[in-house]
């Protein structure tokens, strides 16, 4: 149990360009989701929080007009990164939990790395 | 914020040999978990141990609340071990995980 999945797990796009990430929860309905960032050898960021139904909340120093949330339902939530340019090459893992914020174990999916050029 | 910091940041060892990772933060936690992620990125749970003692299999951590810090202990290392090991704390109040730095785990057969 306690599968998140995460499509696609690889894009390459070229520079202005927006990418949509997603991310579900398979087995469970998860009330927050996670975004986070993991640059090459770095620790995990995070970069907002996603409820359904309502606005994400963005960490300090997080673009919100660049990284776009949306949870639209109980196991689905997306991040766009519009405009993409090379310095949002990263690699963007999401996680879900099935309680209120943290107060349950989080499941991370297998993250989505994005190069672009 | 809470700080969490970890040690050693790199460990290489024999196949077989036995390792403890440690994990300091820097005030009181709600949550504590530990994952491993290998190779290709995935992050796989291990713990949940806010305080207490776990086991599971050649895995056991233990996490000493009051004195702000955790450990991993993996006995009888195999290759598949190999990879970066976090652990991660929420404080009380803020419900959002904080990473460690990390300890890049590296088994040679």
Redesign the interface.
């Known amino acids: 149990g306690a599968v998140v999945s995460q499509h696609p797990s690889w894009v390459i796009c070229k520079s202005g360009t927006s990418v949509k990430i997603e991310c579900r929860s398979l087995d469970f309905q998860a009330t927050t989701m996670f975004w986070y960032r993991q640059f090459p050898k770095q620790s995990l960021m995070l970069m907002a929080t996603s409820n359904e139904g309502s606005k994400a909340t963005y960490e300090q120093g997080v673009e919100k007009d660049k990284f776009l949330i949306n949870h639209a339902s109980l196991t689905l939530s997306t991040l766009t990164v519009t405009s993409a340019h090379p310095e949002d090459s990263s690699f963007y893992i999401c996680s879900a939990g099935s309680g209120v914020g943290v107060r349950e174990t989080q499941y991370f999916g297998p993250g989505t790395r994005l190069l672009v050029l | 914020g809470i700080q969490v910091e970890q040690s050693p940041p790199d460990l290489i060892l024999q196949e077989g040999a036995n390792s403890t990772l440690r994990c300091n933060f820097s005030d009181s936690v709600?949550?504590l978990?530990w994952?491993h992620q290998n190779p290709?990125?995935?992050?796989i749970?291990l713990f949940?141990i806010p305080s207490g003692t776990k086991q599971n299999g050649r895995l056991s951590a233990t996490t000493v609340a009051t004195e702000r810090y955790s450990l991993l202990y993996i006995s009888s290392s195999q290759t598949t071990d190999s990879g970066v090991y976090?652990c991660?704390v929420?404080d009380f109040g803020n419900?959002?995980?904080?990473?460690?730095?990390?300890t890049r785990l590296t088994i040679i057969p």
């Open positions: 709600n949550n978990q994952f290709w990125g995935q992050l749970n949940y976090f991660a929420d419900e959002k995980l904080t990473f460690g730095t990390g």
